[in-house]
Each structure stands twice: as C-alpha cells, then as structure tokens.
C-alpha cells in the first residue's frame, strides 16, 4: 500500500470521516500518556452513539451520519477534559449547525441519542425508556449497547 507522507495523502487514501475519527481520539489520548477516564467516557459516549444510530431502524445510518453521531458523543466532554466553556470550544471547531444544536440543546436526532447516553449515566431508567422507546429500543436493547461501547472504550490503548 501507500505511504501516508501528508495530511493529503491521508485523507485521499483514508477518507476525511475515519481521518476525523481517528484523530479525534488521538488528540484526547495524547494528553499526558496515561488513559484518562473523561477519555473511557467520551470513547464510551461516541461508540454508543454511532451503535445506537447504526441499530435504529428509525434513524438513518449512512455513513456521515454515523460519523456524526460518533463524534457528537465524543465532544459532548470537551469542555470538561479542557476546562473551557463548550460554546467557544465548538465555534472553534466550527461544527455543523446540527451538531453544534445536539451538543449545546439536544436537539436533532443525535441531541436524542445524547439524552439517551446522558440519562443512562446518570441511571435515569425512565428517561432512557422513553427516549429509547422513541427510537425502537428496548430497556434491554440499551443495556447491551451500552456494555459493548463500555467494552470497546476499555479496549482502546
């Protein structure tokens, strides 16, 4: 195969998504060597969301819109892992409009899914029901879920 020797090169051979991808989780990783545990959480919250997304027969599951859902999970901490208030921190990203609306309101399609994440940290089971009812989910089904994505978080290195 071919040398990645530019940020071109990478996103010609890897596409812009997966690039995105993979950098954001090296950005949170490479914040002083060890795993942090807002890293577990925002690699927990970003799987779980792109999961959730995938296994909805109600929400669309194309590619983009799974990467979107990943990366509405994964920056749904940023303002907590770097101390700073989120409504800078996403106009610095200049994040697409729905995604911005997911983050800061829970709005859209991946602001529910948030709420979902959000409420099943929180152990808030009849919010969880409810929103995940609204997407075809069972109790059950976010449970699985949910452990898969903790377990794909824990595996990460």
């Known amino acids: 195969g071919q040398e990645i020797d530019s940020i071109r090169r990478a996103l010609i051979l890897l596409g812009r998504q997966p690039l995105q991808r993979w950098l954001t989780l090296l950005l949170f990783a490479s914040q002083g060597g060890r795993k942090s545990p807002l890293l577990v959480i925002a690699a927990t919250r970003a ?6 997304r995938e296994r909805s027969t109600l929400l669309e599951s194309h590619p983009l819109a799974l990467h979107r859902s990943f990366l509405v999970g994964m920056l749904s901490l940023l303002d907590a892992y770097l101390e700073q208030p989120m409504a800078g921190l996403l106009d610095e990203l200049r994040l697409c409009p729905e995604m911005r609306a997911a983050i800061m309101e829970h709005q859209g ?3 529910i899914l948030l709420q979902i994440i959000e409420a099943v940290e929180r152990g808030e089971i009849d919010v969880v029901r409810d929103r995940a009812a609204s997407l ?3 109790i059950a089904d976010i449970t ?3 452990l898969e994505s903790m377990a794909w978080a824990a595996s990460l290195e």
């Open 136 to 138: 075809g989910f069972t």
């Open 144 to 146: 699985r879920i949910s």
């Open 47 to 52: 799987r779980l969301a792109e999961m959730l």
């Open 109 to 111: 399609e991946d602001g």
